[in-house]
C-alpha cells in the first residue's frame, strides 16, 4: 500500500497503534492521524518521518535482528553465485558447449563491507568462517570497532581493491546517491557490485552507465529508488535484479512480525521494550 491507502484505513478503523511496512509514514498521513505507537517490520525506518513523530511524541520501534541471518545468507548467495560463474557454465552446458574455466571460491577473494552494523559484522564473521581471502571495511562511525581479521580502509580502497563490494550501510541524511560514478568506476577488472542495503544510496544512472561499458562488471541488487522497479537494470545481462527478498524466508518473516507486535504489546502493558528496537521514545 502507499501512504495515502494506509492513511485513510488507519483513519477508517479509528486505529491507535500501527505496525507498519515500507510504506512511506509523513506528513499525508500525519495530517489525518495521531497513531500512539508505530511498530516498523524490518531494519530501516528511513520511510517513517521522525521529526514529525518526535514533533507529535510518537513512539517508533522497529526490528533491526529479526532479518540479519536472510539478509546475510543472501550476501553469500550472491558472492557464491558471481565466484563460481554459475551463468556462465550453466549457459555453456545448455548450448553443448564443455567448457572448463577457473571459477573462484572464498579463499580466492577480497570482499569490501560498507556499513559496519549488524549486518555488515554478520556478514564479516560469515566469511571469516568461509576463509575469504580479505575482508576489508568501510564505516563512517568512528566508533564502530572492527576485529582483526578486517581490514578498515577507505572507500576508494574498497572499490579499487575489492573482487567484491557489498553495500550493508543505513540511509542517513545527506546519504543519498553517495555511490556514485566515481567510486562504480574505480571498481576492479572482473569485480562485482551487491547492495542489500538501501536503493537511494546508490545513483542508478551511474550504475547503469558503467554495467553498460563494461561487461566484466557483475552487480547483485535487491533494492531500488522506486519500488517495485521494472527500470533498465532488469535489461542488463550482467546485472542480476530481485524484488526487494533481504527478509524473505519464513524464519525471518516469522521473528519480524512476532517482534513487530510484541514491540506493541510491551508498550500497551507498560512492560519494558527490548532497547534494541526502540528507534525514538519520548
Known amino acids: 500500500m502507499n501512504e495515502i491507502e494506509v492513511a485513510d484505513l488507519f483513519r477508517e478503523y479509528k486505529a491507535d497503534y500501527l505496525i507498519a511496512g515500507t510504506e512511506r509514514l509523513s506528513e499525508y498521513f500525519f495530517r489525518l492521524n495521531r497513531p500512539k505507537a508505530i511498530s516498523r517490520v524490518g531494519v530501516g525506518y528511513d520511510a517513517v518521518d521522525l521529526n514529525l513523530c518526535r514533533e507529535h511524541e510518537v513512539p517508533v520501534f522497529f526490528t533491526p535482528n529479526a532479518p540479519r541471518q536472510a539478509v546475510v545468507d543472501q550476501a553469500i548467495a550472491s558472492i557464491c553465485h558471481f565466484g563460481q560463474r ?139 529508488k522506486e519500488e517495485p522497479y521494472t527500470g533498465p537494470l532488469t535489461q542488463l545481462a550482467n546485472c542480476f535484479c530481485t524484488a526487494h527478498l533481504g527478509s524473505m524466508t519464513p524464519s525471518s518473516r516469522v521473528a519480524m512480525e512476532t517482534i513487530s507486535a510484541e514491540n506493541l504489546i510491551s508498550f500497551v502493558t507498560k512492560a519494558e521494550v527490548n532497547v534494541d528496537n526502540i528507534v525514538y521514545m519520548p
Not at 111 to 128: C, N
Not at 198 to 207: I, K, N, P, S, T
Request: charged share 25%.
Open 86 to 224: 554459475i551463468d556462465e557454465h550453466y549457459n555453456a552446458m545448455t548450448n553443448k558447449i564443455w567448457a572448463r574455466k577457473l571459477r573462484r571460491g572464498f579463499p580466492d577473494l577480497t570482499v569490501g563491507i560498507i556499513g559496519f552494523g549488524r549486518i555488515g559484522s554478520s556478514l564479516a564473521s560469515a566469511l571469516h568462517a568461509l576463509r575469504c581471502k580479505r575482508i576489508m571495511v568501510s564505516e563512517i562511525n568512528p566508533t564502530v570497532v572492527v576485529p582483526d581479521f578486517c581490514e578498515s580502509v577507505g572507500l576508494d580502497v574498497v572499490f579499487s581493491q575489492c573482487d567484491v563490494v557489498c553495500l550493508h550501510a543505513s540511509r542517513e541524511p545527506g546519504f543519498d546517491d553517495f555511490i556514485d560514478y566515481d567510486l562504480l568506476s574505480r571498481m576492479r577488472s572482473r569485480s562485482c557490485f551487491i547492495n542489500l542495503a538501501r536503493g537511494e544510496l546508490v545513483d542508478e544512472d551511474a550504475l547503469i552507465s558503467l554495467l553498460k561499458s563494461r561487461g566484466d562488471l557483475v552487480a547483485y541488487l535487491d533494492v531500488f
